[in-house]
């Protein structure tokens, strides 16, 4: 006869499934320095994603701040595969303490509560804050949703060239902070998103990148 989980067994289950998303209340274990943002990426206002409660892929409503997961899989890069545990379990975020497995009412009334969000934590720092509400213009998904929803109607060419624009913006900020700004390259992915050229798979397409220059191809 199977036991019926009602505590937290530490099975290590739910931090293979992916990192948490960050809340107001995680904001101070950022800003302490106890969980780096080169961990974190973030969903950017708009881009399609996976949620977890409602079980399908949706537009975010807003930044969503996650810890990334780890290379080539989905298992939150804190968790230890070896010794099969958190290494931050004393300063886990949130929503890893909400998560009960046996029973989902405690996440499910947090998950969209107090999401925390770039502007939470960097818009103090102008420049780098300028850099980040910039390109979040240039390169919204709102945008880009428009754009790829045109592409078969008039002015093909010239809604093509929009997408492209957004691309090669999205990819060559990412180089200027580091190539000009020092900026930890591991850092892009938290101030501007994961890349178009790979979330752009959501989509319906892939980028193909030749002689500098873009091209967009569907996936078919
Ligand atoms: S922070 Fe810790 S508890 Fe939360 S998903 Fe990552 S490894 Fe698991």
Request: proline share 3%; aromatic share 10%; glycine share 6%.
């Amino acid at each position: 006869m199977s036991k019926v989980i009602t505590e937290c067994i530490r099975c290590g289950t739910c931090c293979k499934k992916g990192g948490p998303s960050f809340h107001i209340e995680d904001k101070m274990l950022i800003e302490k320095g106890i969980i780096l943002s080169k961990y974190l990426y973030t969903i950017r206002d708009g881009e399609l994603s996976y949620d977890n409660v409602k079980e399908s892929i949706l537009p975010a409503a807003s930044d969503i701040i996650k810890i990334k997961g780890q290379k080539d899989s989905w298992t939150c890069i804190f968790f230890n595969e070896k010794e099969n545990e958190c290494t931050i379990y004393d300063n886990r975020p949130l929503e890893c303490r909400a998560l009960k497995c046996w029973d989902t009412l405690e996440i499910e009334k947090i998950y969209f509560k107090n999401r925390l969000t770039r502007k939470d934590l960097i818009s103090t720092i102008e420049e780098l804050w300028g850099l980040v509400e910039d390109h979040q213009k240039r390169c919204s998904y709102i945008k880009l949703k428009l754009f790829i929803d045109a592409l078969n109607k008039d002015k093909k060419d010239e809604t093509l060239k929009g997408i492209l624009d957004i691309i090669e913006y999205d990819a060559r900020i990412r180089e200027l902070v580091v190539q000009n700004g020092g900026l930890d390259p591991e850092m892009t992915d938290f101030l501007f998103g994961r890349p178009i050229t790979e979330t752009i798979k959501m989509y319906g397409f892939k980028i193909i990148k030749q002689d500098n220059n873009y091209r967009l191809i569907p996936i078919t």
